[in-house]
C-alpha cells in the first residue's frame, strides 16, 4: 500500500509489472516492520528493508521473510554504488529528515542507471488543515507555507528531548528536491479516496480524503 487511501501496487504498478520485478535489486527505505519487502519478496524480486529503527526491524523479525534486514541511517546508506535496481519508500525516511535531498543522493547513488524510485508522503496540503478526520480537518487553520517542523518532546526533571520530529514541505519543495538529487521526475500521483475504503484512522476518513489529497506519491528516474 503506498498510503491510507489504499492504492496497492498491484494496481498502481509505479515500480512497474509485478511480473517484472522477478529477479530485481529492491532496496525498501524507511522499511518499518518491511511489509513492502514482503510482498516484493512474493513477486520474486529480490529486496533489502533498511530502516533507523532496530525496533521496528525486530517486528519485521517476529513477522518473517527470508530476505536481509538492515538497521542503518537513509542519509548515509551501507551499500556500493549502482547496487540496486529500484527503490521504494511508502511514508519512510524523508518526511522525517531535515535534509532530503541528503537521501535522495544516497538513494541515486547506490540505484543503477535507469533505476527508479518511489516515495509516498503525506500531502503537502494536508499541512495547512488540523489532523482530525471530521468536519473540523476541513477548515484551514495555518498556513501552508509554514516548513516549522512538527515536534513531539519527552520531558523528564524539566529537560525536554525530542522523541518524533516531522517536516514540512510545500509540493515545488519536494519537486525541487527531486531535481536537486539529480533525478528526473516522471510522476507525481495523488490517489483519490475510493468508494470501498470506509475506514477513519488518525486524521484520515472519506469525509476528508473526498475532498482533499491525502497522500503525494513521487516517481522519479535515475537517467
Not at 11 to 33: N, Q, R, W, Y
Not at 143 to 158: A, K
Not at 191 to 197: C, L, M, T, V
Request: glycine share 10%; proline share 8%.
Amino acid at each position: 500500500m503506498w498510503g491510507p487511501e489504499g492504492l496497492d501496487e498491484v494496481e498502481a504498478e509505479l515500480l512497474g509489472p509485478p511480473e517484472d520485478l522477478k529477479g530485481k535489486d529492491v532496496l525498501e527505505i524507511g522499511a518499518g516492520a518491511a511489509q513492502c519487502s514482503r510482498w516484493l519478496a512474493v513477486q520474486g524480486a529480490r529486496p533489502i528493508a533498511l530502516d533507523l529503527s532496530h525496533r521496528q526491524l525486530q517486528h519485521a523479525l517476529r513477522i518473517g521473510g527470508t530476505f536481509p534486514l538492515v538497521c542503518a541511517d537513509a542519509g548515509a546508506l551501507p551499500f556500493a554504488d549502482a547496487s540496486f535496481d529500484l527503490a521504494c519508500s511508502a511514508y519512510g525516511a524523508l518526511p522525517f529528515v531535515a535534509d532530503p535531498v541528503l537521501v535522495l543522493r544516497e538513494v541515486r547513488r547506490v540505484l543503477r542507471p535507469g533505476g527508479r524510485f518511489v516515495f509516498s508522503v503525506t500531502h503537502p496540503i494536508r499541512w495547512a488543515f488540523p489532523d482530525e478526520p471530521g468536519p473540523e480537518g476541513l477548515s484551514v487553520s495555518s498556513s501552508y507555507f509554514d516548513r516549522t517542523p512538527y515536534v513531539e518532546q519527552y520531558i523528564e526533571n524539566g529537560v525536554g528531548r525530542a522523541v518524533y520530529v516531522e517536516h514540512h514541505r510545500t509540493v515545488g519543495d519536494r519537486v525541487r528536491e527531486v531535481v536537486a538529487a539529480g533525478f528526473r521526475l516522471v510522476d507525481l500521483v495523488e490517489p483519490e479516496w475510493p468508494a470501498w475504503n470506509s475506514s477513519e484512522w488518525g486524521g484520515w476518513s472519506p469525509l476528508r480524503g473526498n475532498l482533499i489529497p491525502g497522500t503525494a506519491i513521487f516517481v522519479c528516474v535515475r537517467d
